[in-house]
Structure formats: C-alpha cells, structure tokens
C-alpha cells in the first residue's frame, strides 16, 4: 500500500483537489493584494484548522503583510458544532485602527465565525474582511459577514488540507469528504 492510498483511509471521496485550491487560493490572494495595497494588514489565523490555508494564501500575495493566530475550540471528536466557542489562544498584536482579515479554514454553521467576530471588533479594528476556504451549503447557518470564500461545498463533514477529524487527516493535500462510518462505529 502506498503511503498516498494510506493517507486515503476513511476519504469516502475527494471533493476538492490540491491544483484546483491552488489556483483558487492564487486568485483570492489577488484579489486581497488589490484590496490592501499600500497598506499592512494583519492576517489572523483561526488555528488549527486554517493552518495550511494561511500559510498558503500568505505566500501568495504579495504586498507586505503580518500575521497573527487565535485558537478557538472545536468540534473535538464529534462531527456538530455545539455553538459554545471558547478561545484557547488569543492575539499576540493589539488590533485597534488595523485593518485585519480573519483567515478561516470552513464555515459550517457560522457559529465559531460569529463569536469570534464579535470578540475582534470589540477591540476596535480599522476593518475586518473574512476569508474562508470553504464555506457549506446550508439554510439553517446564522447570518455572518464572509467576504471571499474560495468554495462553496455541500453540508458534509469534511478533511483535509488543515481540517480534521479526531485530530487526523490534516495532512491530506485535498478536501475530500470523510466516509460517514468512520464515526458511526461501523
Ligand atoms: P461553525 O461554528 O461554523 O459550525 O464551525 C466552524 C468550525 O468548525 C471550523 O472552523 C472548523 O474547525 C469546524 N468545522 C466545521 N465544519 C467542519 C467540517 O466539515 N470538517 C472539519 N474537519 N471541521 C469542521
């Protein structure tokens, strides 16, 4: 077995590919280069999920640029947002008068993003744009700002590319969908 159809184990089938995110996070990086050019905004990292989109998309633009990370809590082992976020990490950088861009990994029911919204302009940001790689196709997520959202994906748990399950799959190089009985104990 190669280490590739190893890594594959519980992908029920792969929804996005790694050349397919790279030329969608080119595209979005782009766009925030035109966005903020002549200034320094400060890319927070919404850990651990957004890792790799981060460090992607940063290597992408091209104006300067400064990055920070927050921890929020997640899923843990389960597959449902329980709407309770705690932070785990906060900011290094004091936000007040920068223009910040929150940088998430998926936006499922809106919750996290919400919460974390709301703790960020508390403290008086210049502006705050959201970018999310993935963002689910739902009716019942709450209203909340996303400015760029690299794809747009269907209501299924998803890994990959930064995104776990369990604490695993980060690894994999695509988002692919997670084969359901890997939590239904089949
Ligand atoms: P929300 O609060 O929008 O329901 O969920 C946001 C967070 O839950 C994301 O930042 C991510 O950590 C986690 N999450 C939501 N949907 C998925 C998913 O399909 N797969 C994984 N691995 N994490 C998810």
Redesign the pocket.
């Known amino acids: 077995m190669s280490d590739y159809e190893r890594r594959a184990e519980g992908v029920a089938r792969i929804l996005i590919g790694d050349g397919e995110i790279r030329s969608r996070i080119c595209e979005m990086a782009k766009e925030l280069d035109a966005a903020y050019a002549g200034d320094v905004p400060l890319l927070v990292g919404?850990l651990?999920?957004?890792i790799t989109f981060m460090t992607d998309l940063m290597r992408a633009m091209t104006i300067p640029l400064e990055v920070d990370f927050m921890a929020?809590s997640?899923?843990g082992a389960a597959?449902?947002?329980s709407?309770v976020?705690r932070i785990l990490k906060d900011l290094n950088e004091d936000i007040e008068g920068r223009r910040v861009v929150v940088v998430?990994?998926?936006?499922?029911?809106?919750?996290?993003?919400?919460?974390l919204l709301d703790v960020l302009q508390r403290r008086n940001p210049l502006d705050v744009r959201v970018v999310a790689l993935?963002k689910?196709e739902k009716t019942d997520?709450?209203e909340?700002q996303v400015d760029q959202v690299g794809f747009t994906?269907p209501d299924?748990?998803?890994?990959g590319y930064g995104?776990?399950?369990a604490g695993k799959?980060r690894n994999l190089p695509y988002v692919a969908v997670?084969d359901p009985r890997m939590y239904s104990g089949e």
């Open positions: 919404v651990n999920g957004a929020v997640s899923y597959t449902q947002s709407g976020v998430e990994d998926i936006v499922d029911s809106g919750l996290t993003l919400q919460y993935l689910k997520a709450v909340v994906i299924e748990f998803v890994i995104l776990d399950y799959y997670l």
